[in-house]
């Protein structure tokens, strides 16, 4: 049981390149979830999918795109990476989307942007 | 602006002592849990407490919850050096599907 996983690790970007991130989990959840984080700052929800089929902009979701392929992946792109989008990606899951359940998150993505 | 802010930002304490955190937050929410979080790593849930509870144990941690002063506070009794972490709140405002975050409690023990 692995729990959510995150690929890659880290990554390099130029501006203007593009990427996905990757995101699974094997807990059967129902929702997904994509934050970022900045150097000492909390978590800001870029986008989420309450369940398979539904996604949902959250707090700073400008520049970028997410799929949710089916239930157990939910995945990130970047279109035309920018340096301000420099940051740790961290995705999670939960049982539902309301806050009722915790989230389990992913040991994240480190992205750096130049 | 941010829903939950923590205070202190920082905090420095000797190994044995307790760590009082506290939550502020700014809307009516469902539910609020307390994450730590371990340098470089993902984030870990600790505890939930729902908003018509007012105080909840888990081992060594103690949660309380005042909704008339929208204020949680997370107490860590006899910590221990492996208790350095950063430590954040995260409501669930009342009609919205999804948590939010605070800025995190930079939590230091000294041996």
């Known amino acids: 049981n692995a729990g959510v996983t995150q690929t890659p690790k880290f990554q390099v970007l130029k501006t203007g390149q593009s990427m996905t991130l990757q995101c699974a989990q094997d807990?059967?959840?129902?929702?997904m979830y994509w934050y970022r984080q900045d150097p000492g700052m909390g978590l800001r929800l870029i986008y989420y999918?309450?369940?398979?089929?539904?996604?949902d902009k959250g707090e700073v979701p400008n520049g970028y795109n997410v799929s949710r392929l089916n239930k157990r992946e939910f995945s990130l792109r970047l279109e035309s990476a920018a340096p301000s989008q420099t940051s740790v990606y961290f995705c999670?899951?939960?049982?539902?989307?309301?806050?009722?359940?915790?989230?389990?998150f992913g040991p994240g993505t480190r992205l750096t942007v130049t | 602006s941010q829903q939950g802010e923590e205070d202190p930002q920082a905090l420095s304490i000797q190994e044995g002592e307790n760590a009082t955190m506290n939550c502020s937050y700014k809307?009516?929410?469902?539910?609020l849990q307390w994450y730590r979080q371990n340098s470089g790593r993902g984030l870990v849930h600790l505890i939930l407490i729902r908003s018509n509870e007012r105080e909840k144990h888990s081992g060594r941690l103690r949660v309380t919850l005042d909704t008339s002063k929208k204020s949680s506070s997370l107490l860590i009794t006899a910590s221990r050096a492996a208790d350095t972490a950063s430590y954040f709140c995260a409501t669930e405002i009342q009609g919205a599907q999804k948590l939010v975050f605070g800025q995190g409690t930079r939590l230091t023990i000294n041996p």
């Open positions: 999918s309450a369940s398979e089929g539904t996604t």
């Open positions: 809307t009516s929410i469902n539910n």
């Open positions: 807990m059967n959840h129902n929702s």
């Open positions: 999670a899951s939960s049982r539902t989307g309301t806050g009722a359940y915790e989230q389990y």
